[in-house]
């Protein structure tokens, strides 16, 4: 996706001109999200568009609040206590979201989710509404619709897992009233997700390897569509859907886990990444501070950044809950090599805690920049272990739904999976593979969340940087913006945080 976010803050410009332009007496036309009608004519308008749809992702993985804000919720990962950011661990945000906010910290915060998710889901209805009406090769605009469908769903996707019930919006906004919409239930939210994953599907976008880098594919629609059904507890569709992209045949597992997450080996990682947010740093391009926050502190590691600040760190409970022959825990460490080659002791990794454990899925040891790692969103493994959970929900146990974990098992290099667990130990099984497979990448909180998981492990999840963590039911969903419900008279808070 190294070209796809290029246009953006362009056309983000062309978006909100009238903002600038409203009183003044010039004779100009004003495009707008309000008023696009002089748009979207020809080929170069669609793509543009399109461009600008993507811009709501480019936000989201900027801050990054597309991992972060579950990343530094759970049992796995934790921020330095940093003010604005330890709010998210210690459950203190309030609806206003006012610590971020006063720390200049609202990009790592639930409210960006919320801003930058809508932002796109308006930039992508007028694709929809607006693009079959241009003048351009057929086959290319279908793809073009297509790929404002899938945005769609992934941005009411964030917004659903992350804020329950929400508005659906699915018409460009012709007017302010157009913009004030009330929340729908939950499966009104799904019933909208999988149609655009449908109607995305339908619209012919082509498979991998045949994608431009970053740009959706049908395993990918196919992919998050299997995931936002696991989330809507439709085991039927998740298993379905999961069954399609392993059954394709177009993605494959990287023979070495590490790989995936190798600067070197970014390409090659695409046969499992079935979608990620890719960073492009060259301006007004994209980026993320994950490089920066998962090194020690001082930029003290050139094998994990030129630039580092030691403001991301695993729990050592986490690291000692993976057996010693999984592959994947050496994507943790619990000492570092210095400038100097010197080992430096986790006693030492940082004057924070002597259990620091350094998270190593977002090293960058070559640019000075420090941005370019990929963050992966869709990844083969998900699928597999979708599969495992989807079809233990319907049948229990069966040899069906241990071969995909066993699958995912067999490259971490481990055992299969005990035989013979009832269907509640397989799936927590499967919960926990799940935990050791996408650490750090934005994924744990949610499953916590979905399962109700949170309310017992959370409490345990502790350390001497965090050593009383209080959680409760209203943390499930995280309060809606009193800034949206503020501008919105439709819109109400979620009900425990009234």
């Known amino acids: ?28 036309t004003i495009y707008s999200s309000i008023y696009t009608e002089a748009f979207y004519k020809t080929a170069a308008d669609a793509e543009k568009g399109l461009i600008a749809a993507y811009g709501g992702l480019a936000s989201l993985g900027g801050g990054p609040a597309l991992t972060i804000i579950g990343d530094f919720s759970d049992d796995q990962t934790y921020p330095r206590g940093v003010v604005g950011r ?48 241009a003048v351009m090769d057929e086959t290319r605009k279908k793809q073009i619709v297509g790929e404002a469908y899938f945005l769609r769903a992934f941005y009411h996707f964030m917004l659903a897992k992350n804020f329950g019930e929400i508005p659906v919006k699915i018409t460009p906004s012709y007017s302010e009233a157009d ?20 109607q995305a599907v339908a619209a012919g976008l082509v498979s991998f390897p045949t994608i431009d880098k970053g740009r959706p594919s049908k395993e990918a629609a196919n992919a998050l569509y299997a995931k936002a059904a696991l989330y809507n507890e439709d085991w039927a569709k998740a298993l379905e859907k999961a069954k399609e992209v392993i059954n394709s045949g177009k993605h494959s597992l990287m023979a070495e886990v590490l790989d995936v997450y190798k600067n070197d080996k970014e390409d090659a990682a695409r046969a499992e990444n079935i979608w990620a947010y890719e960073v492009d740093p060259v301006s007004p391009g994209t ?33 000692n809950s993976f057996d010693p022959k999984d592959k994947r825990r050496q994507l943790l460490d619990t000492n570092y090599v210095d400038k100097a080659g010197k080992v ?29 790692p990929n963050v992966p969103i869709l990844r083969l493994p998900d699928v597999y272990l979708i599969a495992a959970e989807a079809e233990a929900r319907l049948n229990g146990a069966t040899a069906v739904a241990y071969g995909f974990i066993n699958t995912v098992r067999k490259r971490a290099g481990l055992a ?12 927590d099984a499967v919960i926990q593979e799940r935990a050791w497979e996408f650490f750090a990448e934005g994924d744990r909180w949610y499953d916590l969340t979905r399962t109700g998981k949170f309310l017992t492990v959370i409490p345990k999840a502790v350390n001497n940087v965090y050593p009383v963590r209080t959680v409760s039911a209203k943390n499930k969903y995280f309060p809606i913006p009193q800034d949206e419900i503020n501008a919105n008279p439709k819109l109400v808070q979620n009900p425990d945080w009234k």
């Open 1 to 28: 996706m190294k070209k796809i976010f290029k246009n953006t803050v362009s056309m983000t410009g062309v978006f909100c001109a009238s903002l600038l332009l409203n009183s003044c007496a010039l004779e100009e």
């Open 86 to 133: 330890n709010t998210l661990t210690q459950f203190t945000y309030d609806v206003n979201y006012t610590t971020q906010k006063s720390n200049s910290r609202i990009n790592e915060s639930p409210q960006w989710i919320w801003t930058a998710s809508y932002a796109g889901i308006e930039k992508a209805n007028w694709v929809i509404a607006k693009v079959p009406e």
């Open 179 to 198: 913009a004030i919409t009330a929340k729908s239930p939950k499966a009104d939210v799904y019933k909208q997700i999988y149609a655009d994953l449908d």
């Open 287 to 319: 980026s993320h501070q994950l490089v920066g926050l998962c090194g020690p502190p001082g930029s003290a590691a050139p094998a994990y950044a030129r630039t580092s600040f030691g403001s991301m760190f695993a729990y050592q409970a986490f690291f």
């Open 344 to 372: 430096v002791p986790q006693r030492s990794i940082t004057p924070i805690t002597t259990e620091g454990v350094l998270i190593k899925k977002y090293q960058d040891p070559n640019s000075t920049i420090g941005l370019i």
């Open 416 to 427: 299969d999976l005990t035989a013979g667990l009832t269907k509640d130990a397989f799936v």
